[in-house]
């Protein structure tokens, strides 16, 4: 029925990202920005934006000269939330 099919789409994207590797750290990341906007009051895209969580899933910086390579991380974000997001990349569950 339909409650079979919508749970095959909900399972559909965590095979994908056991496999890829990629869309899981992506919502990591996700998580991770909305706390750190949250605990600054700030919109969760002042931290970074989707692009940038993206290109951080994909590549998995593993240094802070890494990180920084990556678009949209400047200095200042580096100084400011790179050690949150480099710990949440190289976290091993």
């Known amino acids: 029925?339909?409650?079979a099919a919508a749970a095959e789409r909900a399972d559909a994207p965590v095979q994908w990202s056991q496999a890829a590797g990629g869309d899981?750290?992506?919502?990591?990341?996700?998580?991770l920005?909305?706390?750190?906007?949250?605990?600054?009051?700030?919109p969760a895209y002042l931290v970074?934006?989707?692009r940038t969580l993206q290109e951080m899933a994909?590549?998995?910086?593993q240094t802070r000269e890494q990180l920084l390579a990556v678009?949209?991380?400047?200095q200042r974000k580096l100084?400011?939330?790179?050690?949150?997001?480099?710990?949440e990349i190289l976290r091993r569950d």
């Open 71 to 74: 678009h949209g991380v400047g």
């Open 24 to 31: 899981g750290l992506f919502e990591r990341l996700r998580t």
């Open 33 to 42: 920005r909305k706390s750190l906007a949250d605990s600054r009051g700030v």
């Open 79 to 87: 100084d400011e939330y790179g050690d949150a997001f480099l710990g």
């Open 48 to 50: 970074f934006n989707d």
């Open 1 to 3: 029925g339909a409650r």
């Open 58 to 61: 994909a590549r998995m910086p």
